[in-house]
C-alpha cells in the first residue's frame, strides 16, 4: 500500500534495485539502525558516482527523497519516473534558496532526504570538500544529519567509466549528528568529514594496515579509496 513517504511503485523499483546491487555489486550495510525510523533527517553522503543515490536508497530501511535538476523532469517519461521515485525538482544545483525551501519542506513533513555535502561528484574517487548548505538545512530545519559512507562506488561506476562493473560496494551509516542554531558551520562541517574519515578509518584498523595503497597516509582522507578496500567487513545486505 502507498504510504506518505513511499508509493507502491517506489517500494517495488527499491526491492527489485536492492537485489539487483546485492547480486551484481554484492552490496553491504552496516549500521542502519543509525537512520531514525520516522520524523525529518538528512543523510548525508560521499558523492563519487551515479551509483550513490540507488546504493544509499536500497540500503535504508525508510524511504528516502531526493533532489534534481528540473531540467530533468522535462522529458514526461523520464520526469514521471523519477518523481514516483522520491526525487522532487529544483532550478539548479547547490544550495540555493529554493533549494533550502524544497529541502525544507520536505524535512517538516517528517520525510528523511538524501544530500551529498560535496556538491557534486568526485573526479577522482577522493572525499572533497564539503559545502555548508548541509548544515543549514539541519539548523533551519531542526533535524540531525546521519552521516554515510559509500564505498566501492568510484570503482564499479567513476567518472571515467561509461558503465558500471560489477565491483564490491557497501554503505554505511554513522550516529546521527545534531547542531544547534548558535552551532559555528565551519566545525559543523569539519566535525561531519571527521565523522566519514573516522568510520574509514576503523574499518582500516580492523582489516589491518596492509590493505592501504602504497604511501597513504595514517589518518585516511580518502574515504571513498579505503572504503574499496575494506567492505568485506560490513554486513551483507538482506
Not at 93 to 108: D, H, N, P
Amino acid at each position: 500500500m502507498d504510504t506518505p513517504e513511499a508509493t507502491r511503485f517506489y517500494l517495488a523499483i527499491r526491492w527489485l534495485a536492492r537485489q539487483a546491487c546485492r547480486l551484481y555489486f554484492r552490496n553491504r550495510r552496516r549500521g542502519i539502525d543509525n537512520v531514525p525510523k520516522e520524523g525529518g533527517v538528512l543523510v548525508a553522503a560521499n558523492h563519487a558516482s551515479f551509483l550513490d543515490p540507488v546504493l544509499v536508497g536500497v540500503t535504508t530501511a525508510r524511504p528516502l527523497r531526493f533532489v534534481a535538476r528540473r531540467s530533468l523532469f522535462r522529458n514526461p517519461l523520464f520526469g514521471w519516473l523519477i518523481r514516483n521515485l522520491n526525487s522532487v525538482p529544483i532550478n539548479r544545483a547547490g544550495v540555493s534558496k529554493e533549494t533550502l525551501r524544497v529541502v525544507l519542506e520536505q524535512l517538516r513533513l517528517g520525510r528523511a532526504v538524501l544530500i551529498f555535502p560535496e556538491g557534486t561528484r568526485s573526479p577522482d574517487g577522493r572525499l572533497g570538500e564539503f559545502r555548508s548548505g548541509v548544515v543549514r538545512l539541519a539548523q533551519m530545519g531542526n533535524v540531525p544529519v546521519v552521516p554515510a559512507l559509500v564505498f566501492g562506488s568510484y570503482a564499479a561506476w567513476g567518472r571515467k567509466r561509461r558503465l558500471p562493473r560489477p565491483s564490491r560496494t557497501a554503505v554505511a551509516f554513522c550516529e546521527p549528528l545534531t547542531f544547534e542554531r548558535k552551532a559555528d558551520a565551519d566545525e559543523a562541517v569539519k566535525l561531519l568529514k571527521e565523522s566519514l574519515e573516522r568510520l574509514a578509518q576503523e574499518y582500516v584498523e580492523q582489516q589491518g594496515r596492509e590493505l592501504l595503497p602504497e604511501g597513504y597516509s595514517e589518518r585516511p582522507e580518502n574515504a571513498q579509496e579505503t572504503g574499496d578496500r575494506v567492505a568485506n567487513d560490513v554486513t551483507t545486505e538482506s
